[in-house]
Structures are given as C-alpha cells and as structure tokens.
C-alpha cells in the first residue's frame, strides 16, 4: 500500500490544512495504534471542531489511508474485542474484557478508523 502524502492532501484541500496537520501529527504520536476513535482524537487534537474533523477523516477515507469499521460498548462502556465492516454484521453476542458475554443490540455501535497505512 502507497503511503498518503498529508502535504499532497493539504495542498487539494487548503481549508482542512490544520487539521490535516494535527491529525497526522497524532499517527506520527501514536504508531503503535491501528484504530483511531474520533471521540479520543477530539479530545488529543485540541482546537478542531467535530464537523471538520469528521470531514478530514473522511477525506482520509477516500483516500485510502483509513477505513470505516465498527466497534460495539460493553455494558461496562468500554470497547469489546472485535472490529466490523458493517454494523449489520455484529453477532448478537460478544464478550466482554471477562468473556461474559452481553447482548449487543442493547448495546452502542460506535464508528472508528482503522489505518490502512
């Protein structure tokens, strides 16, 4: 897979500069990591409003750096293993950090990014 070149980006999309910047700064903070939460992004990348925000991940999207995928809240309100490409593919069950399992349709479905690069 090529890697993006974020200046390439910037220079298509000059009103999502800095975000571009800080979101690619964050990749850089944070190598190790394969998924990003929008909502830990926010809170890490201070000074970016949510709407530009998800347009910059978006523009990311299409251009092959990350993909869409889906993750479901334990009843405890932290992340179940397990990532989704589609939310219809959830199965009714899954377990939880103590693999007690929990029903998932009373459960949140919460949108992340896997990086693809």
Do not use: C
């Amino acid at each position: 897979m090529s890697q993006i070149n974020f200046e390439d980006l910037a220079n298509e999309h000059p009103q999502l500069r800095r975000v571009l910047r800080k979101i690619e700064n964050w990749m850089k903070g944070h190598n190790a990591a394969h998924l990003i939460n929008p909502a830990t992004l926010t809170k890490e990348i201070r000074g970016v409003d949510t709407a530009t925000l998800a347009l910059a991940l978006t523009l990311l999207v299409e251009a092959g750096m990350l993909q869409r995928v889906y993750k479901v809240t334990t009843p405890s309100g932290v992340l179940a293993a397990g990532e989704f490409d589609d939310p219809t593919a959830i199965p009714p069950k899954l377990p939880d950090r103590f693999e007690h399992y929990f029903d998932t349709a009373e459960s949140d479905i919460i949108p992340v990014f896997r990086m693809l690069v």
